[in-house]
C-alpha cells in the first residue's frame, strides 16, 4: 500500500512538467523581418521570489513576440542535467503563463548557470522548441537585424580561459560574414563593461575581450548580471543597456549620474524596430513590472557592424 501511495506522489509531482512540456508548440511563424516584433530582455531571474512572480505576470501581458535572457536563469548553482527539478521550479513554472502565448526564450547563460553543467541548458533547448540555445555563443538574424549572444563568463572566470579561443575566432568570422547585410546589430550577455552603480565593472581579461571585439562594432550591448535596470550611455558607438531585475533587484546608485538611467526596479527592456529606406531605428524602453508602465526610454539609430574586414585579412 505504502509503494502505491509513493508512486502515485511521484506521478503528481510529475505532471506539471509534462503539461508544461506538452504546452510548448514549435514557433513555426517565426516572421523574417524584425519590423513587426517587440523584443523583450530580462535577466537574473533565477530565485522564486515575488519580484520574480511579478516581473513573469507582466511579461505574460506584454507585447513581446521574443524573448531574451541575459544569464542567471538558476540560482545559485545552475543545474545539473537537463532532467534537474530547478529548471521546472525556477523557470518554466514561473514563466508558464509567457510560454502558453508560444513566445519564444532565447538563452544566454551568466555565471551561476556555470556552477555545475552549463551542456544542460543545451539538451533542454534540444527537446523544447521555445527554449532556443543551441550552443553558448550563436547568431540569430531578422533580415537586417542581427543577434550576437556570446559567454562572457569564459572571459570573466580565470579557470575557463581554454574556451576563449574559439568564441573569439567565430565571432570574428561571424562580423566578417554579416558586415554587409547587419544593418542594426545586437550583442546579448551577462556581464556589462562598465557600471554607473555599486556593482563592478567588468574583470581586466573580459573587458579587453569587450572592448576590442563588441564595443565599437556594435550598435546595442544588452546585458545583466547587475540586479538593475539601467542605461549607461554610449561608448565608442556602442550602446550598453542592463536588464537585470528578474528576481533579486538592487545595486542602483545613490545619486543618478547626468545622461543614465540605473535603477533596481524590478521589470524588462522592451525594444521595437522601425525601418526607413535610409536607417533602422531602435526605440528601447524600460518596463516596470508593477503597473507596467514605461520609466525611461530612447532610440538607437543602427550602424550596422562597424568593422572593416579588409583589416583583419
Known amino acids: 500500500m505504502n509503494r502505491i ?7 503528481l509531482s510529475f505532471l506539471p512538467c509534462v503539461f508544461l512540456l506538452l504546452s510548448f508548440q514549435v514557433f513555426s511563424k517565426e516572421q523574417e523581418t524584425s519590423q513587426y516584433l517587440t523584443f ?29 535572457h541575459t544569464g542567471d536563469i538558476i540560482y545559485p548553482d545552475g543545474i545539473s542535467s537537463k532532467k534537474d527539478p530547478r529548471f521546472v521550479t525556477n523557470f518554466l ?55 550576437f549572444a556570446l559567454d562572457t563568463t569564459i572571459f570573466d572566470k580565470l579557470y575557463l580561459f581554454y574556451l ?19 544593418k542594426f ?6 556581464h556589462p563593461l562598465f557600471s554607473s552603480g555599486d556593482r563592478k565593472e567588468a574583470t581586466p581579461q573580459l573587458a579587453r575581450f569587450l572592448g576590442k571585439e563588441v564595443f565599437g562594432s556594435f550598435d546595442l ?28 533587484p538592487g545595486g542602483s546608485p545613490d545619486q543618478q549620474l547626468e545622461g543614465r538611467f540605473n535603477v533596481e526596479t524590478p521589470g524588462f527592456l522592451r525594444i521595437e524596430i522601425s525601418e526607413t ?36 585579412k
Open 93 to 147: 513554472e514561473p514563466f508558464s503563463e509567457v510560454f502558453k502565448k508560444d513566445v519564444p526564450f532565447f538563452l544566454t547563460l551568466g555565471n551561476h548557470d556555470y556552477k555545475k553543467e552549463p551542456q544542460a541548458y543545451i539538451d533542454i533547448a534540444k527537446e523544447n522548441p521555445l527554449i532556443i540555445y543551441p550552443n553558448n555563443y550563436y547568431f540569430k538574424d531578422y533580415k537586417k537585424l542581427c543577434f
Open 277 to 312: 529606406e535610409s536607417k533602422i531605428s531602435a526605440v528601447y524602453s524600460f518596463v516596470e513590472a508593477e503597473e507596467n508602465k514605461v520609466i525611461w526610454s530612447g532610440t538607437q539609430v543602427g550602424k550596422g557592424i562597424r568593422f572593416n574586414p579588409l583589416k583583419t
Open 40 to 68: 523583450c530582455f530580462v535577466g537574473d531571474t533565477g530565485h522564486v521570489t515575488e519580484v520574480q512572480k511579478k516581473v513573469a505576470n507582466s511579461l505574460s501581458i506584454s507585447s513581446c513576440n521574443v524573448i531574451w
Open 185 to 190: 546589430s545586437v550583442v546579448v550577455a551577462h
Open 221 to 248: 550591448y544588452i546585458a545583466g548580471h547587475n540586479h538593475v535596470l539601467a542605461d549607461e550611455g554610449e561608448r565608442q558607438g556602442t550602446r550598453q543597456l542592463i536588464s537585470g531585475t528578474g528576481s533579486v
Open 164 to 182: 576563449r579561443g574559439k568564441q573569439s575566432k567565430w565571432l570574428k568570422m561571424k562580423k566578417e560574414d554579416t558586415y554587409d547585410s547587419c
Open 5 to 11: 501511495k509513493d508512486l502515485r506522489k511521484a506521478l
